[in-house]
């Protein structure tokens, strides 16, 4: 029959072995047992695709349509050696936005030599037709005759279900006096809600249906059922009377 001490020494081994099974069977049940979800980059669940689809918030790219690059194209800046450049995008998708995405603009010379570049961010809203504007590109003697725009990375789509702002513009125009040419006009917010750091792009277009000056300002703040009056400096006065004015309100849905 064991001795007392010789209980006492299994007692202890048991609890030992008993720390340690527990000590590898814990995470091995997570890691072989792990619950399904939207972050372990598989396909389950009701997913389409790994983490996309289904009950998940992000979607698979067979879920969405493409972005439509309708036009890119630059302008004479406020001083020599500088130029703006914009682009005019589409996202045909109802109730698909993405948070963030990288984009770049490249300006190349008649050689086809590339003489400036430059990149940022931009959210996109879902079903919006929106302008990405970059000003102040400095080219030195170099003259552009063209201005490519590609994103940069693959757009994270996401569902959503945010309710687009409400502005209606009023009162577009274009002030000319001794110092400098703008556009003038009233944003009125219709909405329900207040916003911030609401982007405004004015678009001046030609006989010829083309947009000849582009221009961007930015409302700090406009609140629900309110108005606000822009005015947005463009870097010379336009050659002709411009056909048409449009001025873009532009706010981050998602945020």
Not at 3 to 14: D, I
Not at 232 to 245: E, N, S, V
Request: hydrophobic share 40%; net charge neutral; proline share 5%.
């Amino acid at each position: 029959m064991p001795s007392w001490s010789t209980k006492r020494r299994f007692f202890y081994l048991g609890i030992v072995l008993g720390a340690l099974v527990l000590l590898v069977s814990i995470p091995a049940y997570f890691l072989i047992d792990r619950p399904e979800s939207c972050f372990d980059r598989k396909q389950n669940q009701d997913e389409i695709g790994p983490d996309c689809g289904g009950s998940c918030n992000t979607l698979c790219s067979s879920q969405v349509a493409d972005l439509i690059t309708h036009w890119s194209r630059y302008f004479k800046g406020a001083r020599a050696g500088f130029y703006d450049v914009v682009a005019f995008i589409e996202n045909p998708n109802v109730n698909a936005h993405v948070g963030e995405i990288g984009y770049t603009f490249k300006l190349y010379n008649r050689e086809g030599i590339l003489i400036a570049e430059r990149s940022g961010k931009t959210y996109i809203n879902p079903n919006e037709q929106f302008v990405i504007f970059e000003g102040g590109i400095e080219t030195k003697e170099q003259v552009p005759v063209r201005a490519d725009f590609a994103f940069t990375e693959s757009p994270r789509w996401e569902k959503t279900l945010a309710e687009r702002p409400q502005f209606l513009v009023l009162d577009k125009r274009v002030e000319l006096d001794s110092l400098r040419a703008r556009v003038k006009a009233t944003i009125v917010n219709k909405s329900l809600n207040d916003y911030e750091d609401v982007l405004i792009t004015a678009l001046l277009y030609d006989e010829a249906d083309n947009v000849s000056l582009v221009s961007k300002t930015e409302i700090s703040r406009l609140s629900k059922n309110s108005s606000a009056d822009v005015i947005l400096i463009l870097p010379y006065a336009p050659p002709r009377t411009p056909t048409r004015i449009e001025v873009m309100p532009r706010f981050d849905m998602a945020r």
